[in-house]
């Protein structure tokens, strides 16, 4: 990344036009290959879609990584295990595989750039609190890359979103590393090429959506975001590990939700349904642009907080997240995103009722 912001411009525009050119070709390649998402019950589109978005967005990185980026140890590690998720999420593009199939190229993807690249979290900082992770930093970095890729994949249900989200997170780490004025690391040039990648799809993607990112796609940006976490913390950009996890806080979250929810269901964690954070805002907001932006202004108020908290103000930043989690705390107690509320009214009023039966059958009872 260059202190010079035409420069920043030229890298962006550069892989915005790659991926821009090369998204109708991978159209034509999805159709012809059938990697199509077929609309069921808990979709929200109602035609077939192409979904190997991913693999533009791919390309348009390769082009940048060979014009803008140098050939490290670290780097070609970061190449090798998102070439990896791309090749798994094809796979699965084109013909749904297993979770564990999924897994385990994530878990490939991780063990690559950690064990190969050397990029570790081998400690983190918040609230004037220091943990050093010691012998478990690696296997706890593992855990962080898988975790931040799944969270994208969970959140990619409406036309824009996920795409939109990615963005949003490139476009502030590239914010912080301006005004911060560290400009030679890794994680700078990274995010400026994401920023292309992710507008050109988004091109084709925001409503109406002509083709879907795919898991080839949303597990390559999870892959992404959670590398240049895990850079910015080596190269100081990121000055604490809360910044990242909320500048996600939406997909991060909505990840939580979906887990207890499917605890308390007594489901697999792997079982799809339309009770997301997205599905409960598009419940209320009536169609996908406005559930969209929405989600999009909750996602740049965190960032923006996260930009505060890096930049000088801790306890604005601080103030600015609690009041964005009450935000959430209150949709989430207004709508179905963690237990069916309807089914729980229902449960207290039966109870209701029968204690009243109960209390007056007593009361016959007494009487005689």
Known sequence: MSSNILDNLKIILVVFLCVALLMPVVMKIANHVNALDIPNERKVHKEPMPRLGGLAIFMGFLLGYMLFCSQTPQMISILIGSFVLIIVGMIDDINPVRPLFKFSGQLVAAIIVVYYGNVIMQDISAYGLYINFGFLAKP???????SIVNCLNLIDGLDGLAGGIATIFFITISFIISIMGIYNGLDASLSLIMIGATLGFLLYNFHPAKIFMGDSGS??????????????????????????????????????????????????????????????ILKRAGNQVKTVLIIYLIQILFSIASIVYVLGNPKLGQIIYVILLVIIVWIVATTNIVFDRTKLIEKVENFKSKKITRSKQNKKIVKK
């Not at 706890?140 to 898988?146: E, V």
């Open 140 to 146: 706890i970095t593992i855990l962080f890359i898988i």
């Open 219 to 280: 597990m390559f940006l999870g892959y992404m975001i959670a590398v240049i976490s895990l850079l910015g913390f080596k190269n100081v950009t990121l000055t604490s590990f809360l910044v990242p996890v909320l500048i996600l806080a939406i997909p991060i979250l909505d990840t939580f939700f979906a887990i207890v929810r499917r605890l308390l269901k007594g489901e697999s964690f792997a079982k799809a349904d339309k009770e997301h954070f997205h599905h409960q």
